[in-house]
């Protein structure tokens, strides 16, 4: 048996003393193991932008779908980044100053938000700004410098009911001007 599984194992030159011994045997199979490769991770695939009016250009002023909260002040400009539309938010301290929307979510399903913004103004240099799912916050919070700098914000949450309110906010500890330029804000369900 030895000589025979040596002998089928291709290793008769490691050890010829083995390989020359015949002992009664029973047959031995010798099992073809094959190694496979996982496949390439499969492209992260995202639903519909669920956040209304997210390029700010439905409705007259631009604000269809939009609320603005405490003390902000809200308007659209139309040649933002790149040229396309932005919501300007202009909030004063102290507390914060928010551009909300409510989100329809399925609980316990993992969002990604992003969006571009730019900070024009930061009276007393303490501001920040932050995103909110249902007064959670997510990701942050970011302050708010340096000034007329496109940036990229991204984050993810997990939706905790079937209606998610979502909160913009800028935020200052004393009495100072804050105005931000938000454009392109995109909520999705990416698996």
């Known amino acids: 048996m030895r000589a025979a599984f040596v002998s089928a194992l291709g290793l008769g030159w490691l050890c010829p003393a083995l390989a020359s011994i015949d002992t009664p045997s029973t047959s031995v199979s010798i099992m073809s193991l094959s190694s496979t490769v996982p496949p390439f991770p499969s492209p992260v695939v995202c639903g519909p932008n669920l956040v209304t009016n ?3 250009t439905d409705g007259p002023d631009g604000l269809d779908g939009w609320n603005a909260d405490n003390l902000a002040q809200v308007s659209t400009a139309t040649a933002c980044l790149g040229g396309a539309a932005c919501a300007i938010v202009t909030g004063r301290g102290p507390g914060f100053n928010a551009l909300i929307q409510p989100v329809a979510t399925v609980p316990n399903v993992v969002y990604t938000i992003a969006l571009a913004y730019n ?10 700004f932050n995103v909110l799912a249902d007064l959670v916050p997510v990701g942050g919070p970011n302050p708010l410098q340096p000034y007329n700098t496109w940036r990229t914000y991204k ?7 079937e209606s998610t ?3 913009y906010t800028l935020s200052s500890p004393v009495t100072g001007q804050t105005t931000v330029q938000f454009a392109d804000i995109r909520i999705e369900a990416c698996s």
């Open 165 to 167: 309110i979502m909160a």
């Open 155 to 161: 984050a993810q949450f997990r939706a905790t009911s």
């Open 119 to 128: 900070v024009l103004a930061d009276d007393d240099g303490q501001g920040i």
């Open 54 to 56: 997210g390029d700010f």
